[in-house]
């Protein structure tokens, strides 16, 4: 069946989802075929493209968890579970991934379950090693947590009924890997390496989008302090665009810096968040963050944010934000949306 404009939540997403959906599914075909190759200068290419690729996969499974592209949930969540695959978050479920993230729009606030604060205390070695890894830009932590997700229905007791879906993928991708490093080696570097890079960029551009700190009530049904509040929300989520002067380098993310347009209105499509931001702070200076305030604090706090990067909700909010601009903010670390607790 061809796909139609009937089909999507908005007329224009055949087009805008649609071509970003077939760059992330071509460019990961592409990518992979690339790495096989025997040629370097194919290789090499073809490996930042299967990074990039997979970074849209993965900002267009934060659109179905919303979902802004298709006019159905069911057909979001089918989407989602298909885009799951390709960015290697398919072992736990997606509607974990899902009720995850929604509470932290609903809850205004980090909600999770792995205090990896004291995970950490408990094993300094691991620290230290994961230190000395982040010190070269290695996503060491954010490896850890994806390691999680891998067993995650045999670490998180509240996950078990999952087991067989779990030990499923598992094997299969296991055995995929396996057999890619087998026949091919280097292209199976070329791949950890694309999915590292994947990594950088989605915990980059999460660092600096808010200040709220960790609350460890995911599986609570207790109602959070700030639920609801929208004056909290925007004093503490801040935007952090790739440039605020040329519009098509925020695309290489789908717009994901707008993020206090997505909070404000968390049903609106990403290629609507640019005009969504305008109309939130018209001519002000907003809550943006500038590129060169990003990478600066990014550079800086790549060992520190390990442990306790992440709890900044003590500052105040105007506080964070100037500390963010001059590059002195830590932000937070390893809180992807591809993981589910």
């Known amino acids: 069946m061809f796909l139609s404009t009937s089909l999507f939540k908005d007329r224009r997403g055949l087009a805008f989802h649609g071509m970003a959906l077939a760059y992330a599914v071509f460019g990961y075909a592409f990518g992979m075929a690339g790495i096989l190759s025997t040629s370097l200068a194919i290789k090499l290419p073809a490996a930042l493209l299967l990074a990039h690729s997979m970074t849209i996969a ?76 982040e010190w070269f830009y290695i996503p060491a932590h954010d490896l850890l947590m994806h390691g999680v997700m891998v067993f995650t229905s045999f670490v998180i007791p509240q996950r078990r009924s999952q087991r067989v879906r779990n030990v499923f993928f598992i094997v299969l991708r296991v055995a995929l890997f396996a057999a890619l490093a087998w026949l091919a080696p280097a292209a199976a570097v070329l791949y950890a390496l694309a999915y590292m890079a994947m990594m950088t960029v989605l915990r980059f551009m999460d660092a600096l989008q808010h200040d709220y700190g960790q609350t460890f009530t995911l599986f609570d049904s207790q109602r959070g302090p700030y639920r609801g509040d929208k004056a909290y929300e925007l004093a503490h989520t801040f935007s952090n665009p790739l440039s605020t002067r040329h519009a098509w380098v925020n695309l290489l993310v789908l717009n994901f810096g707008f993020h206090n347009a997505h909070h404000a209105r968390p049903t609106t499509p990403w290629y609507d968040l640019p005009a969504a931001h305008r109309a939130l702070f018209r001519d002000t200076e907003g809550n943006v963050i500038p590129l060169w305030g990003q990478l600066k604090s990014f550079h800086r706090f790549r060992v520190s944010r390990v442990v306790g990067g992440a709890d900044t909700s ?28």
């Open 314 to 341: 003590m500052a105040g909010a105007g506080d964070f934000l100037a500390a963010a601009r001059r590059g002195d903010a830590s932000g937070g670390n390893a809180a992807s949306f591809l993981t589910s607790f």
């Open 58 to 133: 993965a900002y267009l499974l934060h659109e179905c968890a919303h979902n802004t592209i298709f006019r159905t949930n069911a057909a979001n969540a089918r989407l989602g579970q298909f885009l799951s695959w390709l960015v290697g978050s398919i072992y736990g479920s997606y509607e974990d991934m899902r009720h995850k993230h929604l509470r932290h729009h609903v809850e205004n606030g980090d909600i999770v379950w792995f205090d990896y604060d004291q995970w950490f205390a408990r094993h300094p070695r691991t620290l230290g090693l994961t230190r000395f890894l």
